[in-house]
């Protein structure tokens, strides 16, 4: 079973349209995250749910819009997508919030979205 | 701007001799994970340390936090292929609200 399973794992789409990434945990955590890893490798933080509630928003354009249904899943919809948004996108999950989270991080195997 | 400082950026080893990772960061940290992410996989995890001086060792991996909680260094011992990957330090400051700051990551190759 996978931990933190995210889909889909590769999104090639046009400039405009928009598009929606979906994440999973069965590892019964609390808290669970958005981030976006650029062709340099950057690890960036864009969001943070603890308990389905949102504890941290990036500066994030707000063509990004996360969704939380409960505390298993988060959801991250993107609007009128646009060149620079090209990344991966990893959805992760601890037990805990940040650095206080016990066993560090789970991620999941990302999402290469490219926009065209 | 960039909380946690890494370097280098890139190392290529050859099969056998050792690397080390730094991570620097000019506020005191409450702690600092470590993770390792292969080619085309995801970052996992692979260790925290949370007290001043703290030292833990992962077979060939040896893992430290400063004295001053403020850097912290991995040390690979005889590298292996299997050691290839980027290894991200990330940190924590207490009062940012479960920020955890990554660094930039060192991307390390190894030569057989």
């Known amino acids: 079973d996978t931990a933190v399973s995210q889909t889909p794992k590769y999104l090639v789409t046009q400039m405009g349209n928009d598009k929606s990434i979906k994440c999973e945990q069965n590892l019964g955590h609390d808290t669970m995250y958005w981030y976006k890893q650029d062709s340099k490798k950057f690890l960036k933080i864009m969001f943070s749910?603890?308990?389905?509630?949102?504890?941290i928003n990036e500066t994030v354009p707000n063509r990004f819009s996360p969704k939380s249904p409960d505390k298993a899943h988060l959801n991250l919809h993107i609007n009128s997508l646009e060149l620079g948004d090209s990344a991966v996108y990893f959805c992760a999950s601890s037990q805990g919030v940040g650095g206080r989270s016990v066993g560090g991080y789970t991620f999941g195997s990302g999402t290469r979205l490219t926009v065209v | 701007g960039q909380q946690v400082m890494q370097i280098p950026q890139y190392q290529h080893v050859q099969e056998g001799e050792d690397f080390t990772t730094y991570c620097n960061s000019s506020t005191t940290l409450s702690n600092i994970q470590w993770y390792k992410q292969r080619p085309g996989g995801h970052p996992v995890f692979l260790i925290q340390?949370?007290?001043?001086?703290e030292v833990k060792k992962q077979k060939r991996l040896t893992f430290q936090f400063g004295e001053a909680k403020k850097n912290s260094s991995l040390h690979i011992t005889a590298t292996q292929t299997t050691d290839v990957g980027t290894y991200f330090c990330?940190?924590?400051?207490?009062?940012?609200?479960?920020?955890?700051?990554f660094g930039r990551g060192t991307q390390l190759t190894v030569w057989p």
């Open positions: 749910y603890n308990n389905k509630e949102l504890i």
């Open positions: 990330a940190g924590f400051r207490g009062s940012t609200l479960g920020r955890l700051y």
């Open positions: 340390l949370v007290k001043s001086g």
